[in-house]
């Protein structure tokens, strides 16, 4: 089975303060993306990346950025933390390999709380 | 441009009764893919089907069904004899296809919470 590991499940940060969340998946996926879930608004993609040190923008990607440096570990910054960045946050994975667009394979997810 | 619609934020049913949660979607692509996820109280966002535009037959699995209809750009899913555990978010996304190399980006609908009463 897939595994999609997220370094936390419950994260309070202040205002201000730079927050890394980590991710590492131990499928050789070639994709990993980066999503928040608000109440009402569903998940909106982040970030996301399809190669070592390939970056592409989601739909909302101000105030974050990423990195990966490993194909297995996907890293989101918050570069300063601000209260609107309270969230849920996901972390997938999906392979380019087998026909058509593969599923994508989801963390348990990290609730960050901005104080 | 892409879009999926769940217009019915929440349901709450009896267990044992049947539930359909609907999911409408928007594309220009002829090639695309559309999926359900689960979504149970822990957190985990589980996948449950992936369909192609190609294949309209409709799938069953268990007390899970799903109907795919190209002419109203549906793709609902079906619940039969529902139960407790079957309480979660359920979300239906599409992705457009690409070319070799895809990077698979879900457009997700907001979701419908389902709670299955004992």
């Known amino acids: 089975d897939v595994k999609v590991t997220q370094s936390s499940r419950y994260l309070v940060k202040r205002t201000g303060e730079k927050v890394f969340l980590e991710c590492v998946q131990d499928?050789?996926?070639?994709?990993m993306f980066w999503y928040r879930q608000d109440p009402g608004l569903g998940l909106r993609l982040i970030y996301f990346?399809?190669?070592?040190?390939?970056?592409e923008k989601g739909d909302i990607p101000e105030g974050y950025s990423v990195s990966r440096e490993k194909k297995e570990r996907f890293s989101l910054i918050l570069e300063s933390a601000s209260t609107n960045q309270t969230s849920m946050y996901l972390c997938?994975?999906?392979?380019?390999?087998?026909?058509?667009?593969?599923?994508?394979?989801f963390g348990d997810g990290t609730r960050l709380s901005i104080l | 441009a892409q879009k999926v619609t769940q217009a019915q934020t929440e349901i709450s049913v009896v267990e044992k009764e049947d539930v359909t949660l609907d999911c409408v979607y928007e594309t220009r692509d002829t090639t695309y893919y559309l999926f359900w996820y689960k979504q149970p109280p822990s957190g985990e966002l589980v996948f449950l089907i992936r369909?192609?535009?190609?294949?309209?037959q409709n799938e069953i699995s268990g007390r899970y069904s799903w109907n795919f209809q190209k002419s109203t750009s549906s793709f609902n899913f079906t619940i039969t004899a529902s139960q407790v555990v079957d309480s979660a978010v359920y979300f239906c996304a599409l992705s457009e296809a690409g070319g070799g190399g895809a990077t698979n980006k879900l457009i997700f609908g907001t979701g419908t919470l389902l709670a299955v009463q004992p």
């Open positions: 990346s399809y190669d070592v040190k390939m970056k």
């Open positions: 499928m050789d996926h070639e994709n």
């Open positions: 369909r192609n535009s190609f294949d309209e």
């Open positions: 997938a994975s999906s392979t380019v390999r087998g026909m058509g667009n593969q599923p994508q394979h």
